[in-house]
Antibody, heavy 121, light 109 residues
């Protein structure tokens, strides 16, 4: 079964760090474009970061310089290292797989269940 | 950066009625317009990709159309399970970018 399972969220003080993990099954993370999307309480969706299959990365301006996306081939896992956390980073964080055929974009077809990050003192 | 504006913010309809959701882009975009459905406490679910292609397992009552800057998601006859929030999304490969619209909530009237 193709699925993603996130973990690593929690309550953290402003200025702190967290690392989110997203374990994939049924497909290889490193062969795909993968994203982190967050959703603040009661708000819409925001793409935080993307990692291409070739390894290049993209960050939203709101997290650039503070967040880092990476992956581990041996563990088939996607990560999001979050440093210098702020109250406005409070959100549910989803990882998702992007589908490309091979150059036509076909959306994010596999999503994790989300992990909650709360930044508060 | 492309800004996507969805309207209306809320759509109040009864089961069996037709729903028409709009997504307008701040500049002309290619066919990489995608629609998702999200229910409370759940992850988004892919509905439509490349403007008009239904994702695997999506019922035929969902359809997408549009071009340039104006796109539409239509639900031909609302089922009880269709009451949810719908987001449009666009993707640029280079320079890389991925943006969502603000969402349209379809609620039971």
């Amino acid at each position: 079964e193709v699925q993603l399972v996130e973990s690593g969220g929690g309550l953290i003080q402003p200025g702190g760090s967290l690392r989110l993990s997203c374990v994939a099954s049924g497909f290889i993370v490193s062969d795909n474009y993968m994203t982190w999307v967050r959703q603040a309480p009661g708000k819409g969706l925001e793409c935080v970061s993307i990692i291409h299959s070739g390894g290049s990365t993209y960050y939203a301006d709101s997290v650039k310089g503070r967040f880092s996306i990476s992956r581990d081939y041996s563990k088939n896992t996607l990560y999001l290292q979050m440093n210098s956390l702020r109250a406005e980073d409070t959100a549910v964080y989803f990882c998702a797989r992007e589908n490309w055929f091979p150059t036509d974009y076909s959306g994010m077809d596999v999503w994790g269940q989300g992990t909650t990050v709360t930044v508060s003192s | 950066e492309v800004v996507l504006t969805q309207s209306p913010a809320t759509l109040s309809l009864s089961p069996g009625e037709r729903a028409t959701l709009s997504c307008r882009a701040s500049q002309s975009i290619s066919g990489s317009l995608v629609w998702y459905q999200q229910k409370p406490g759940q992850a988004p679910r892919l509905l439509i990709y490349n403007t008009s292609n239904r994702a695997t397992g999506i019922p035929a009552r969902f359809s997408g159309s549009g071009s340039g800057t104006d796109f539409t998601l239509t639900i031909s006859s609302l089922e009880p399970e269709d009451f949810a929030v719908y987001y449009c999304q666009q993707r640029k490969n280079w320079p890389p970018g991925l943006t969502f619209g603000g969402g349209t909530k379809v609620e039971i009237k």
